[in-house]
Structure formats: structure tokens, C-alpha cells
């Protein structure tokens, strides 16, 4: 089965450190995703990527970027943490347009 | 831009009965949907998903929805539900030819005995 590996479940941050997500995909997907959930706001996406060096903003990419060097990383980095980047942060995959994504478990974020 | 609403913030139902939960999209091309679930401490899984063809839907535990085009809906529907149930579900919608896809706020469902 495909697995989605986001390095920490839990991580706590001080505000303006340069914090980095990691996220791992063993199926060989085109596409990634970052998501950040929030009570009350369900899924909003931050950004995705469709290929090895691609990638595009989503709906709200303000105060974070990506990075994808191989086809089964995509790191989401906050430059300069803040306290209201503190939430669950989720990475997906899937294999192409149409497909089903697959979930990791979440990263839980707190900047204080 | 394509948008995704799920009007229903919290639903009750005693187990057992009927349920629909609510999504209405917003894209002027033919989307494609999905129907995630999440319980408590969980990952999201896939219920079921539309992309094309017979627009009702079958997915996993019981749960279907249709696709109605005229009214840019994607309604969830399960005939008897279990206490195990009870999650929160998100509708998404994404287009045919990008690779963005988009949740709706989602909806917690609660069952009573």
C-alpha cells in the first residue's frame, strides 16, 4: 500500500525560526500536496506540485515555500515561523489528475 | 475560481437513521469529486469519488452520493448509519486539466445511541 511519511508528528517552534516539513512518498506520485487544517476551515492548500522541480501556489502560499529535488520529497518551509502558522499540516500524493490522494498523518505545529 | 461549500457545519442523528450531507461546488467546467473522511486522531480516507459517467455514485461503508450537475452538487448519502460513523468529511473538487484540488470546511457528523 502507498505510504506517506511526514517526518514529525509533533513539532513546536519559536517564532521567527526557519522551520522545514518533510514529507515522503514511496509510490513514485507525479503530484504533492501541503495542506494546513484548521477547526473550522477544513483543507486549505498551501501548495502542490506536479513534477520533480514544479510547483504552484495554492490558496494560501503567504509566508511559506516548497521544494521538491526528487520525485518522492516535498518539503514545506516557513522562512520565519509566526504564531498563526501554528496548525496540523498535511501531506499528500496521488498518481496523476483524477486519482485519489493519499494522506501522511499530519504534522501538529506549534509556534510560540 | 473553484470553490467548494459544505453548509452544514455539524450534523446530529441518532444511529440508525438516514443521513445527507451537503456539497455544492463552484467551476464552469465539469469537475471532477471526491468525498474524504476523518476520524478522530486519523488520516483522511477516500469514501468515494466522481469523474465521470453514471452520476450516483458508490463508495466504501455503505456511503453514496450524486452528481448533480444542474444545482453543483455532490451530496453524500447513507441509508442507516453506525455509531462509527461519526467523523468529520470533506468534500473536494478538482479540475480536468490542473492538478490543484481543493476541501470544502467540512462536517462533523456526531451519533447518538
Known amino acids: 500500500d502507498v505510504k506517506v511519511t511526514q517526518s514529525s508528528r509533533y513539532l513546536v517552534k519559536r517564532t521567527g525560526e526557519k522551520v522545514f516539513l518533510e514529507c515522503v512518498q514511496d509510490?513514485?506520485?507525479?503530484?504533492m500536496f501541503w495542506y494546513r487544517q484548521d477547526p473550522g476551515l477544513g483543507l486549505r492548500l498551501i501548495y502542490f506540485?506536479?513534477?520533480?522541480?514544479?510547483?504552484e501556489k495554492g490558496d494560501i502560499p503567504e509566508g511559506y515555500s516548497v521544494s521538491r529535488e526528487k520525485k518522492e520529497r516535498f518539503s514545506l518551509i516557513l522562512e520565519s515561523a509566526s504564531t498563526n502558522q501554528t496548525s496540523m499540516y498535511l501531506c499528500?500524493?496521488?498518481?496523476?489528475?483524477?486519482?485519489?490522494?493519499?494522506f501522511g498523518s499530519g504534522t501538529q505545529l506549534s509556534v510560540l | 475560481a473553484q470553490s467548494v461549500t459544505q453548509p452544514d457545519i455539524h450534523i446530529t442523528v441518532s444511529e440508525g437513521a438516514s443521513l445527507e450531507l451537503r456539497c455544492n461546488y463552484s467551476?464552469?467546467?465539469?469537475?471532477?469529486l471526491f468525498w474524504y473522511v476523518q476520524s478522530p486522531g486519523q488520516g483522511l480516507q477516500l469514501l468515494l469519488k466522481?469523474?465521470?459517467?453514471?452520476?450516483l455514485v458508490q463508495g466504501i461503508k455503505g456511503f453514496e452520493a450524486e452528481f448533480k450537475r444542474s444545482q453543483s452538487s455532490f451530496n453524500l448519502r447513507k441509508p442507516s448509519v453506525h455509531w462509527s460513523d461519526a467523523a468529520e468529511y470533506f468534500c473536494?473538487?478538482?479540475?480536468?486539466?490542473?492538478?490543484?484540488?481543493?476541501f470544502g470546511t467540512g462536517t462533523r457528523l456526531q451519533v447518538f445511541p
Open positions: 506540485s506536479y513534477d520533480v522541480k514544479m510547483k
Open positions: 473536494a473538487v478538482g479540475v480536468h486539466n490542473t492538478d490543484k484540488l481543493i
Open positions: 509510490m513514485d506520485h507525479e503530484n
Open positions: 499528500a500524493s496521488r498518481d496523476r489528475v483524477g486519482e485519489k490522494l493519499f
Open positions: 466522481y469523474f465521470s459517467g453514471d452520476t
Open positions: 467551476y464552469g467546467a465539469t469537475p471532477y
